[in-house]
């Protein structure tokens, strides 16, 4: 019983956060977190330990959000996991109910192919194709404009460096050779900003 009234609260509290549910499993979430802390804890307690399971459900809309790394993410996973885990009379129910949070957080995924995404999450995780007809280019074209063109490095390569192109500095990588400084360099490729030159023999 642990697991499934976690399992169930859990996936759609955070089934909330990824589709656009219009706060319907954010209820049902809710009500299920609620019955599972009502069951197992003193009156006193239980919204200790409901503060402490949805401070971590806020660690994780925070790093969705704001950081974007998986740090706060993470943490909040564990604090989820220690308000169920603690919360339980016995060890057996504690963890069951721990595998019920970890099993309902990867579960609620299944709602972003069923339901309508919030748009917010997919902006911020790049969902969304960077594509030349959507406005974006990935090679900026002054980079393009230097394939073939002619300089110098102004620094050893090795393979790392900084070359002179038409009067301008741009950090290049060598196509594996090692060229010093002051050799004559050509431009072979630009990849984005990533320019890859060669030596030019004498």
């Known amino acids: 019983m642990a697991f499934i009234i976690t399992f169930l609260g859990t996936m759609f509290l955070i089934g909330e956060l990824l ?19 009502s069951t197992y804890l003193e009156p006193q307690m239980i919204i200790l330990m409901m503060l402490v399971y ?41 963890l069951y109910s721990v595998i019920g949070v970890v099993f309902g957080g990867f579960s609620s995924l ?22 030349s007809e959507m406005g974006y280019n990935s090679m900026k074209d002054t980079y393009q404009e230097l394939v073939n063109k002619k300089g110098k490095a102004l620094t050893d390569m090795r393979p790392v460096g ?8 741009y950090s290049a990588v060598s196509n594996g050779q090692w060229i010093k400084k002051e050799d004559e360099v050509q431009v072979v490729s630009v990849d984005g900003t990533k320019i890859l030159v060669k030596k030019l023999s004498k």
């Open 19 to 37: 589709v656009n549910m219009r706060g319907i499993f954010a209820v049902l979430g809710l009500g299920f977190i609620t019955v599972f802390f």
């Open 54 to 94: 949805f401070f971590g459900l806020l660690l994780i809309v925070i790093d969705g959000k704001v950081v974007n790394d998986g740090t706060l993410a993470t943490i909040g996973a564990t604090v989820m996991i220690i308000a169920v885990g603690f919360s339980a009379p016995n060890w057996v129910a504690g």
């Open 110 to 131: 299944i709602f972003l192919k069923v339901f309508e995404k919030r748009d917010v999450w997919s902006k911020i995780t790049l969902m969304d194709q960077l594509s």
């Open 162 to 169: 900084t070359v002179q192109i038409d009067r301008e500095e």
